[in-house]
Every structure is written in structure tokens, then in C-alpha cells.
């Protein structure tokens, strides 16, 4: 079959906050196609359930936040970007509240912030109180203009490339008809890749389609071992049931064992606001050493009314909220690392650009302090639509299109059999025992990996594809990291390594072998030292 074939400026592959407010940023003269996965403003933003940091408070600054951030990353993070992602927030809150998003204010009109993980100061910018993802993300699509051709149920699966340049991107429609989008500019804002594992608090979008593409089209990659586990998913039935907000801790919430008894209270000078990879590792041990886990939320005041969506899931899962006790488990909740990109989405590939959670500016380092992500998403849109909007954009015409087919499906796993075996061998703990064991399994499928996507093949085929693409990214850059360091914990190397602190593990040119390199110094495009191990 052949393929359709569109032309357009601009294509956004992911329609979350970063692809949107891309979209709403472009200039109506602009021809812009957007493609999402599944339903329009679906995906990970939409969960967002505690809010955006925004250093904007009376007795807050921007250069306290930056503080924040670096040591919840573990000081790897690129510390320019860190500064000029941070600053954008004024400019970020300014732009959502001018197309309708109403934060929370408290009784005498005053946003009311929250305070969440590792911050030091209440700078948590939140709506409706536990869904503030969603209220963005409707106020963004109601405001999309008609020169955006939106494309729901469309699954992109590989990128157009030509003489090294990105020059759109293949894909099947609604109907399951082969589509190429020839654009000049296309972004990558398809989100991350917490669907590896069994328990996540991602959407079933996030399967790392944008991750894999990227990789096979030969574009650099960065920091793929950097998982982010939330300590707080609610654990139902028997089975992840959904995320427990870090802003319940922050208004007084704390975990416990079975037998009441704090489990942080002796683990960090932050007890239960001590960062992410910290609280997860405290839940994980105690789990492992037979004793369940409880997020108390005796001392919130007004719970139900305070998070009204989270109360809600809670009593359809079966549980009595006057117990006061919520089950929880830790589950896969940010990647850190993605395509290597600045603050302007800018990427080691001309014509392909990278937003959101599927890109990697280095302002996460080791480990994402609370509700940066929905900053990041909003000031790297903002930033990247403004600098598109004053090129000159031409499409790129090809004069005879290829679609690659494969007479012989290749021979993959049943989803749930991938998610199980990163459970076991690449979750929260790793050792380079289980990873080792995970790679030898990867490898069966090691011939697929580069290999360009087919037509023939199914939608689930395809996801299955790119998880294996980004599992094999994941897991030799977790042997390769021998330390612990932010999320990335490895039970054979507990500690940090001074020598780790400068280096960064990259994917590059579509190899199999990951390189390691001095870590990139901040925001210039594509600029790195040169490999110091092959």
C-alpha cells in the first residue's frame, strides 16, 4: 500500500502540555499538523496531579529553587539550563492564567501554593486541587487555531530522514493507512516511557515511541538510566491503582509500616519531603523485608476537599477513607534522561526538535525535584515557539517516497512478559547481576532494534518495538553507571563516584554501544567533549 503524503511547516508528534502550548505559540500564517497517539491533550499532563513550580512567592527566589533542583539532582545537573529554565516561570504562570487556567487561590484571593518533595520553600502552583494537569490542558485545547490540523489516533513510529536531516515523520492514521508528514520543523513531544514496568503512574501512551524513534533516526540520546519511581502509587486489587500526589505528604501526610510506625522519620533531615529517590528506596526496603507500606493521611486536614479527584479514586478502589491508611507501592514515574536537547528544544539533528518529558536539557539531573516537569514542558514550548516563529520555514520535498516492508514479522514478546522482566531485573534496585540477566534476553531481539518499522506491522507490534529500543537504551546505561547516584541505585555500587560526577552516558548515531562522555557544560546545540570510553 502506498502512503498518503502531507506537507506541512511544522509537525508535533505528542499533544501534552509541551505540544500544545508549541502549537498555541506558532503564528497563525504557520501550517502546522499536530499528531497524538490517541485522544487530543490525552497522555501524561493530563495526570498531573500536584502542579507547577514556579519560584514567584514573597519569601521565595528563583536562586533558592535553582538550589533546590541541583541537589535533588544530585548536582549533575546542567546548571545553565537549570537557571534559565527556572527563570521562564514568571513568563510560564503569566502565559497559562492568560488563557483561562485558574490556579487555586486560598480565602483572602492569594494563590494558594503548596509545598511538595525537597523544596524548600510552598511554590507549588496547583488547580483544582489535584488536577491541574487536567485544568491546562483543557484551557490549551480549547484555544487551538485552524491553522493546527490536529490528527488523533495516529501513530507515529519512525522519523523522515535526508542527508541527515529530519524532515518529518511516518505514521499510521486512524484508519490504519501508511501516512507520511513531510514538515520542515518536527518536534518531538511524545512524553517518556514508565509503561516499561507493570506499576507506573504514566498513561498508556507513554510506551517511548518518541525516545525510539529518535534513536533510530541517529540522534543523540542522554542519561537513559535515570528512572524516576514515585514513592506513592496507590496499590489496589493487587495492582498499581493510581498516583498518591507528593503534595499529600506536604500537607502533613507521612508513610508508615503496618504497625504505624514512621518509616522516614530517621531517613533524611526532610523526613517525608526528602527527595523522591530517597523516599522510594525507604518503601522498596520495606516492602522487600515482608512489612506493607502506608501513606497515613491522618493528619491532612480536609482531605476529600483537598484532593477531590485522588479521594475519589480511593473509595472506587474499595478503600474507607476513615481508615485513614492508603496502601502504596513505588512505580515508574519520569525519565530523567531522553533525546539530548537545550532549553530551545534543539537537538544533535537540524530540522528535529525535543520537548518535554521526551527530551533531556539536563535540567533534571539524577533525579527530578517535584513539579518541575510541567515548568520544563510550558517554558521550553514557549521558548521553542518563539524561535520558530521567526524562521523562514520550507517544506522539504521528496521526490519519491519509500516505505520500508518486511515480508517476515519479526518475532516479539507478549507486552506483559517485557513488563514483568523489567520488574524483576531493571526496577528501583538493580544489580549487575539482573541487568546482565535482562540484556541477555534483550539481546533475542537485538536484530529489530535499528531496524526502520513496517507497515505490516500491528499497532501493538510497533509499541512492543519501541519499548524493546528504549529497555536496551536503559539497561546497558544502567550496567555502564557503576554508582548510585539520585535515582539511578545500584545495591553493588551504593555510593556516589566522584569520577561518575562529571560523566554522562550517550547514545548516539544509531549504535548498539552506548559512549561515555564528559557531561555537556549547559545550552549550546549539540556541543560535547570528546568520548573518553568506547
Known sequence: MEPKVMETEVVIIGSGIAGLLTALELPAEKKVVLVTKSALGAGNSSKAQGGIAAALGRNDSVELHIEDTVEAGRYVNARNIVTNILKQAPQVMEKLISLGVAFDKN?????????????????????????????????LKKRITKNVEVLELFNAYDLVMKEGRCTGVRGKNKEGEPVVIFADATIVAAGGCGQLYSITSNAEESTGDGLAMAYRAGAKLVDMEYMQFHPTMLFARGRGAGLLSEAIRGEGGILVDEFNHSIMKDRHPLKDLAPRSVTSLAVYENLKSGREVFLSIKNVPDFPERFPTIAGRVLAEGINLAGNLLPVRPGAHFMMGGIAANEW????????????????????????????????????????????????????????????????????????????????????????????????????????????????????????????TVAWMVINSALERTESRGAHIRADYPTESEKWSSLSINWEGGSLKPSIEKKRSGHERNRYDEPVIN
Open 107 to 139: 480565602r483572602g484571593g492569594e494563590f494558594d501554593l503548596a509545598k511538595e518533595g525537597a523544596h524548600s520553600s510552598r511554590r507549588i502552583y496547583h488547580a483544582g486541587g489535584d488536577a491541574t494537569g487536567w485544568h491546562i490542558i483543557e484551557q
Open 345 to 468: 528544544g534543539e537537538t544533535s539533528i537540524k530540522g528535529l526538535y525535543a520537548i518535554g518529558e521526551a527530551a533531556c536539557t539536563g535540567l533534571h539531573g539524577a533525579n527530578r525535584l517535584a513539579s518541575n516537569s510541567l515548568l520544563e514542558a510550558a517554558a521550553s514550548a514557549l521558548l521553542l515557539g518563539s524561535r520558530l516563529k521567526h524562521e523562514g520555514l520550507s517544506v522539504e520535498k521528496a521526490s519519491q517516497v519509500h516505505w520500508p516492508l518486511s515480508s517476515v514479522p519479526p518475532i516479539l514478546p507478549e507486552l506483559g512478559e517485557l513488563k514483568g522482566r523489567m520488574d524483576e531485573w531493571a526496577g528501583i534496585v538493580k544489580t549487575k547481576e539482573n541487568l546482565l540477566q535482562m540484556r541477555e534476553w534483550l539481546v533475542n531481539f537485538q536484530p529489530y532494534l535499528l531496524r526502520s518499522a513496517s507497515f505490516e506491522l500491528t499497532e501493538e507490534q510497533l509499541t512492543i518495538k519501541n519499548m524493546l
